[in-house]
């Protein structure tokens, strides 16, 4: 039976129990050794109690809600772990300080949406050099094929195959890789990219696809302060409503669209939607549906079928 004498122990033998399964748990890795430590400071010792999860997650600095049950939610499976060998351990039940998740509604990007902020992208400063130049190709590729931020962003020159059309997404989310197919314009967007690329860093030694003027690759934190200069230029920061458009909203975008594109084309949906699942990454159709919004051109697509589905069972012999 393991002997622990402080939370850190617990802690460390609960991840590499996990991460020998094969879960990685970087975050939720970070908050429990953050617990730990808050565990260490305020003297406790023993077993995991309640009251000190419930110390823990009320100790969050987020302003919302949703911060202490959030904080909360990582402990339940470290509970159910120190529970097979410490039964006084006391596991948080469900949802005690309501939903860890919320679904912030996204915002569906228009064909005029798009253009006006590839516009606004291209002229980014400085004007002459790579970085607007690299914005408006990402921005487009994310439009155009629904990749995650961060698998446009991981792209290494030998995964875009310009001359089939085809991106290499390699161990992405859940460590799956899979192949993008790109439309003609989409491929042509990316050969210019390169023209330019080439032309403005010759001498670049850093691999990956997307770069900036000195030579290395956009990250994360850079790609969403530019599209926030972007955003804010274009007056969508926020918008009239509240709701300020992200980045990952993009994915959302084409999600619906596609959809939208399959209704107009008379596609059965349903037995299209396992390859959109498949083209995006998704271990399940359910995480598919998840990108799925009720924008009033789906809802009108939704509506005529209802009404056409009425009709059928009026005209139908009793």
Not at 119 to 133: M, N, T, Y
């Amino acid at each position: 039976m393991n002997r622990w004498f402080s939370m850190p122990e617990r802690v460390e033998a609960y991840l590499s129990a996990r991460r020998a399964l094969g879960y990685e748990l970087r975050i939720e890795g970070e908050q429990l050794r953050r617990f730990a430590h808050f565990a260490e400071q305020q003297g406790h010792r023993g077993a995991l109690t309640l009251e000190l999860a419930l110390d823990w997650a009320n100790a969050s600095k987020k302003k919302s809600a949703i911060g202490p049950a959030r904080r909360l939610e990582p402990l339940r499976p470290f509970a159910r772990y120190c529970a097979l060998f410490e039964p006084e351990t006391e596991v948080p039940p469900p949802r005690l300080l309501g939903p860890a998740h919320r679904r912030i509604a996204p915002y569906i990007y228009s064909d005029a949406d798009i253009t006006a902020m590839l516009a606004v992208a291209q002229q980014l400063s400085p004007v002459d050099g790579l970085r607007p130049v690299t914005m408006r190709c990402l921005l487009g590729l994310l439009a155009a094929t629904g990749l995650r931020v961060s698998e446009a962003l991981s792209l290494h020159r030998g995964d875009v195959d310009l001359d089939r059309g085809l991106l290499t997404v390699r161990e992405s989310k859940f460590h799956k890789s899979r192949l993008v197919p790109l439309h003609p314009t989409a491929r042509e967007a990316l050969a210019e990219y390169v023209c330019v690329r080439e032309r403005c860093v010759p001498l670049a030694q850093d691999p990956t696809f997307f770069l900036f003027d000195n030579g290395r690759a956009i990250n994360y934190q850079q790609a969403r302060y530019a599209f926030g200069q972007i955003r804010s230029r274009l007056g969508w920061d926020p918008l009239p409503d509240g709701r300020l458009p992200r980045l990952y909203d993009l994915r959302h975008a084409f999600a619906c669209r596609r959809l939208l594109a399959w209704y107009a084309e008379g596609v059965d949906v349903q037995w299209a939607i396992p390859h959109l699942a498949t083209y995006l990454g998704h271990r399940k159709v359910s995480d598919t549906y998840w990108y799925l919004t009720g924008i009033p051109d789906l809802l009108a697509v939704a509506a005529k079928r209802l009404e056409q589905a009425a009709s059928r069972s009026t005209e139908e012999p009793s």
